[in-house]
């Protein structure tokens, strides 16, 4: 039987990048997985995509940033399934660019789609979870950048670290309703939505990897099925980063091969 047979998930941002790689794994383990993307078009090839692999899955086109958007993909959530056991919030979007040069706009589309629309996505999700007694699972998207000064990230890395104190304080709350929230941070990830970053960070990335090797979007939809699975029914309230380990090292930014001990 497959991991997630007879659940229903909704997949924020599910239409591309590691959207599209978490939308189509849970697919393949049963789940029958809501994407929703803002563009109905891509929304509607990318669901039939992950159809023709034998996957179920319903396109949901919607704004996130506005109730009536979160309000249109729980209704037709409900309408398709009648239930909803698995939320993974990973719209989003990066404003990268300098400290000085951050406009008004980039600061508000911030905070408005990845802590606004992951906040009230998650509340409007979890008292449908609450209502159906039967517990759930939701993962928050974030980003290593939140646990490291990352350069043009100010308002990113602001909103990504908010995603993380959010998950732990609502981990506490929905614990006695047997819903687990945890955080998924990915660092510097290969998906089939940046080909226009230069294959030169890569080479920057893998002097620090302890791993030595790029992550890619499927690192990070395995690390999500984990989380939703019935083996992480302990596992509440934590930050998983998936980066080959980077973030939890002193790696220098350029290889080290001297010894730095005192002779």
Not at 21 to 49: N, P
Not at 64 to 84: D, F, H, I, P, Q
Not at 86 to 99: E, H, V
Request: charged share 15%; glycine share 10%.
């Amino acid at each position: 039987m497959k991991q997630l047979e007879g659940k229903v998930a909704i997949v924020s941002g599910g239409t591309k990048g590691i959207g599209y790689a978490i939308s189509s794994t849970l697919a393949a383990q049963g789940a029958r997985v809501v994407m929703v993307g803002t563009d109905r078009t891509a929304a509607e090839k990318a669901a039939a995509e992950i159809a023709a692999q034998g996957g179920t899955v319903l396109p949901v086109a919607a704004d996130l940033t506005t109730e009536e958007g979160r309000t249109a993909v729980l209704r037709e959530t409900l309408n398709a399934y009648s239930k909803v056991d698995i939320l993974i919030n990973n719209a989003g979007w990066g404003c990268k660019t300098s400290f000085l040069e951050t406009t008004m706009e980039g600061f508000d589309r911030s905070i408005n789609l990845n802590l606004k629309g992951t906040y009230f996505m998650t509340q409007a999700v979890a008292a449908q979870m609450v209502a159906q007694g039967a517990g759930g699972r939701i993962v928050n998207i974030s980003s290593t950048a939140a646990l490291q000064g990352e350069r043009n990230s100010t308002i990113y890395s602001a909103t990504k670290a908010g995603i993380m104190a959010f998950t732990r304080a609502l981990a506490l709350e929905m614990g006695p309703y047997g819903i687990n929230v945890n955080c998924v941070a990915p660092g510097f990830t290969r998906t089939n939505n940046n080909g226009h970053v230069p294959a030169s960070i890569d080479e920057n990335f893998l002097a620090i990897t302890p791993t030595q090797r790029i992550t890619v979007a499927q690192d990070i939809a395995n690390a999500c099925l984990f989380l939703v699975s019935d083996g992480a029914s302990q596992i509440t309230a934590q930050v998983l980063s998936v980066d080959g380990g980077y973030s939890g090292t002193r790696a220098m930014q350029a290889a080290q091969t001297a010894s730095m001990q005192r002779k």
